[in-house]
């Protein structure tokens, strides 16, 4: 297991109802953490840490693109929280 991946998540409309982080789990078996989220009923966006081994990790990134998210990887960047 390498350290966690701190990405910015960024999920559309219609996607907001859909449990997206349990899915991870499940379907990846990878470790989320989220620092921070905020969501409405048209969008929403989570800062997640994400755990595990690193092919499963990279799947599920590869898994969110797909499903519509938006994600960028924040390593480097700060966040307090």
Do not use: T
């Not at 379907?27 to 994400?50: T, Y």
């Amino acid at each position: 297991m390498s350290s966690p991946q701190r990405l910015f998540v960024s999920f559309p409309e219609q996607l907001v109802p859909r449990p997206m982080v349990y899915e991870l789990v499940k379907r990846f078996d990878v470790i989320p953490n989220i620092r921070r989220a905020d969501v409405e009923d048209h969008s929403g966006w989570m800062i997640l840490e994400l755990g595990g081994q690193p092919a499963s990790c990279e799947a599920a990134i590869n898994w969110l693109r797909e499903q519509g998210c938006v994600v960028d990887d924040m390593q480097g960047d700060i966040i307090a929280g």
